[in-house]
């Protein structure tokens, strides 16, 4: 494991329904992510923050919708989602900017699967 | 679109022997690159970074990066099986900073008692 929490690890969800993936991370980092991860697929970055503001946004889905309240936390809001978001959803941070560094360490991962 | 190709798999190697991964990138700005390692139902696990031209050791692992040629590698020597895993080779563009990552699909190693 690494400084990096993920809640819940799992999930089951129907289509209708709204529910947050959370993120926590414990290394002092200014910078999270989120990442989408599908079989045979390489991982996708869905969002970046950057001292709490998005700096990206990589063509996701309005279903999707992230909150980073503060450097150290970080939500996946999820409502009306598709069977093809059944996927390992990952969390990671690093330093940010100015830091030297953009080495990314990840958390465990929320498996969800879309009903 | 920036790509990062990489061979899926799977490679055989026996224990002992040296297993070679290799990633190329498709962008002539990146300028960090990272090797992950990433066993069944788990998630990234950071094995090594290089940012510069050249090779990085770390213990038994040695990143090689070649910016002309757009490609970047990882030995792994003296395998054992516990380094059967799946090896992400990810490409950074700013070389700090707040930056997503792209990333291959993963070569699957099989490290052979």
């Known amino acids: 494991e690494t400084g990096v929490t993920q809640t819940p690890r799992h999930l089951v969800m129907g289509m209708t329904n709204k529910k947050s993936l959370k993120c926590e991370q414990h290394?002092?980092?200014?910078?999270m992510y989120w990442y989408k991860q599908s079989a045979k697929k390489p991982l996708e970055l869905m969002f970046v923050?950057?001292?709490?503001?998005?700096?990206e946004n990589n063509s996701v889905p309005s279903r999707f919708s992230p909150e980073c309240p503060n450097s150290s936390h970080l939500f996946l809001h999820l409502h009306t989602l598709q069977p093809e978001d059944s996927a390992l959803y990952l969390c990671?941070?690093?330093?940010?900017?100015?830091?030297?560094?953009?080495?990314?360490?990840f958390g465990p991962g929320t498996r969800l699967t879309v009903l | 679109q920036k790509e990062v190709e990489q061979n899926s798999g799977p490679l055989s190697v026996p224990e002992g022997a040296i297993a070679s991964l290799n990633c190329t990138y498709s962008?002539?700005?990146?300028?960090?690159f990272f090797w992950y390692r990433q066993y069944s139902g788990k998630s990234p696990e950071l094995i090594m970074f290089?940012?510069?031209?050249g090779d990085k050791e770390d213990g038994r692992f040695t990143a090689q990066l070649n910016k002309a040629s757009q490609y970047v590698s990882l030995l792994i020597r003296d395998s054992q099986p516990s380094d059967s895993a799946t090896y992400l080779c990810?490409?950074?563009?700013?070389?700090?900073?707040?930056?997503?990552?792209?990333f291959g699909k993963g070569t699957h190693l099989i490290i052979q008692p």
């Open positions: 290089i940012y510069s031209n």
């Open positions: 990671a941070s690093s330093q940010g900017p100015g830091q030297g560094t953009d080495t990314q360490y």
């Open positions: 290394l002092g980092h200014n910078a």
């Open positions: 923050y950057s001292l709490e503001e998005r700096v």
């Open positions: 962008d002539r700005g990146s300028q960090s």
């Open positions: 990810a490409v950074g563009y700013s070389g700090g900073g707040a930056d997503g990552l792209t």
